[in-house]
C-alpha cells in the first residue's frame, strides 16, 4: 500500500515514489533551478522518501545538475528542516531551490529563509511532500505532492470485497494499482498555483 513495487507478490495499491521525486525535480528545472538540494531525514529507513530523492536527483543528473542531499539524522521536524538549511548556506549560499523528503521539514526550510531574510520564491524556491493541512496556509503556501489516499483507502476496499466473492483465491493474480499523485504548485516555487496529475 502507498509504494509500487516491481514484482508484487499480492496486490500493490499505491503511487511511484521515485515518480513524485521526477515530478518535482522537472518542476524545479522549469521554474530555472540550478543550484538545488534534497533535505531528508534517516533516509536510510525510509524507503519511500529515499526513492522520492532518488528520483529527484536521477532527474537533475540527466540535466548535468547536481544535487546536494542532506539526509539528517533526526526524525522529520521543522527543527530538521530549520538546521538542514542553516548548516547548507554556510557552504551552499546560492542554493536557490531544496526539494524536501515530507512537507513537515520544507516547513522548517520556510521558518529558517524567512529568519534570515532569504525571499521564497524569488531566491529560494522549497517543495515538499503530502501536502497536508498547513501546507496550503503556510507563508507562503507550499508546493508540494498530494498523494490520492482516499482513492488508495476505496481501492484497497473494493479489491478486498472482490477477493470474497472469488473463489478459489489462490486464482487471483498478483498485480499494481497505480493511482498516481498530483504536483500542486502554489507560492514557495510559483507566483501562480496550478496542479499537475501524473
Request: with cysteine.
Amino acid at each position: 500500500m502507498w509504494e509500487l513495487g516491481d514484482q508484487p507478490f499480492d496486490l500493490q495499491v499505491g503511487f511511484s515514489h521515485h515518480a513524485a521525486g521526477e515530478a518535482v525535480a522537472k518542476h524545479m528545472l522549469d521554474i530555472g533551478a540550478r543550484r538545488v538540494a534534497f533535505i531528508g531525514a534517516r533516509m536510510a529507513s525510509d524507503v519511500r522518501a529515499r526513492q522520492r530523492c532518488e528520483g529527484f536527483t536521477r532527474t537533475m543528473a540527466k540535466a548535468g545538475i547536481e544535487t546536494r542531499v542532506e539526509d539528517v539524522a533526526g526524525d522529520a521536524s521543522p527543527q530538521t528542516g530549520a538546521h538542514a538549511l542553516a548548516s547548507m548556506l554556510n557552504d551552499m549560499p546560492n542554493v536557490d531551490a531544496i526539494a524536501c523528503s515530507n512537507d513537515v521539514i520544507a516547513l522548517g526550510v520556510l521558518f529558517e529563509a524567512q529568519r534570515r531574510g532569504i525571499p521564497v520564491p524569488q531566491r529560494l524556491r522549497v517543495a515538499g511532500f503530502g501536502d497536508l493541512p498547513f501546507s496550503e496556509e503556510c507563508v507562503p503556501p507550499l508546493t508540494t505532492i498530494q498523494p490520492r489516499a482516499t482513492e488508495i483507502g476505496l481501492r484497497i476496499a473494493q479489491e478486498l470485497m472482490e477477493r470474497t466473492e472469488h473463489e478459489p483465491l489462490a486464482d487471483i493474480e498478483p498485480r499494481i494499482v497505480d493511482v498516481g499523485f498530483e504536483l500542486v504548485v502554489r507560492a514557495s516555487t510559483s507566483s501562480v498555483g496550478s496542479g499537475h496529475d501524473a
